[in-house]
């Protein structure tokens, strides 16, 4: 099975400033990979998919990049909206797999 | 517009079976290439993939549960079923369902509100 591992755990930004989130796989998934946020008491909800396609919606503020094992999710200027927990996903292999995610709050 | 909702028991007993039913809309279940899958997540912590099903039946489990998970369809009534056996109160948590968004990928797009299911005596 592939391990997700996301860092930082919780990261604290300034609303205007640019986050930086990180996935790193236990092996290859080549661009298999995806994004998603999440708000307290709602669903996931799909940012990126491909390692840095962008969902039907996302702002252009919210980039993908990596491949392989090493992943990125990048907000380039944050949004009150966009402070939720990220969590990142692989289905290059069975079973998918997520990472624990990544809190990111308000500084 | 595509939606998902999941519906059962919200209070369940330790040792019993949770069946949880997942209600489409806006796409139908046989269509090739479809899948429906379901992700859950404890209280305060992190999603976990649990299982998938696809259009033509055939069917994926997570590693660790797949001895405990079933899950089936009725396409008819739009409906896909998750059967968990022998439940714990570690199995506590918001159970959803979410449609595999694109043929012959994994990523998951639209997800259902979810059901919070406590497992307790």
């Known amino acids: 099975e592939i391990v997700m591992t996301q860092s930082p755990a919780n990261l604290s930004v300034t609303p205007g400033e640019r986050a930086t989130l990180s996935c790193r796989a236990s092996?290859?998934?080549?661009?298999?990979f995806a994004w998603y946020h999440q708000k307290p008491g709602q669903p996931p909800r799909l940012l990126i998919y491909?390692?840095?396609t962008r969902a039907t919606g996302i702002p252009a503020r919210f980039s993908g990049s990596g491949s392989g094992t090493e992943f990125t999710l990048t907000i380039s200027s944050l949004q009150s909206e966009d402070f939720a927990v990220y969590y990142c996903?692989?289905?290059?292999?069975?079973?998918?797999?997520f990472g624990q995610g990544t809190r990111l709050e308000i500084k | 517009q595509i939606t998902l909702k999941e519906s059962g028991p919200t209070l369940v007993k330790p040792t019993q079976t949770l069946t949880l039913t997942c209600t489409v809309s806006?796409?139908?279940?046989?269509?090739?290439?479809?899948?429906v899958g379901w992700i859950r997540q404890p209280p305060g912590k992190a999603l976990e993939w649990l299982a998938l099903?696809?259009?033509?039946?055939?069917?994926r489990y997570s590693t660790s549960l797949k001895t405990r998970l079933t899950v089936t369809k009725d396409n008819s009534k739009n409906q896909v079923v998750l059967t968990m056996t022998n439940v714990d109160p570690v199995d506590t948590g918001t159970y959803f369902c979410?449609?595999?968004?694109?043929?012959?990928?994994?990523?998951?797009?639209?997800w259902g509100q979810g059901i919070l299911v406590t497992v307790s005596s």
């Open positions: 996903q692989q289905y290059n292999n069975w079973p998918y797999t």
């Open positions: 806006g796409f139908s279940l046989s269509t090739t290439g479809v899948g």
């Open positions: 979410a449609q595999r968004a694109v043929p012959a990928t994994g990523y998951f797009d639209p």
């Open positions: 491909a390692t840095s």
């Open positions: 092996q290859s998934v080549r661009n298999n």
């Open positions: 099903i696809f259009w033509d039946d055939d069917t």
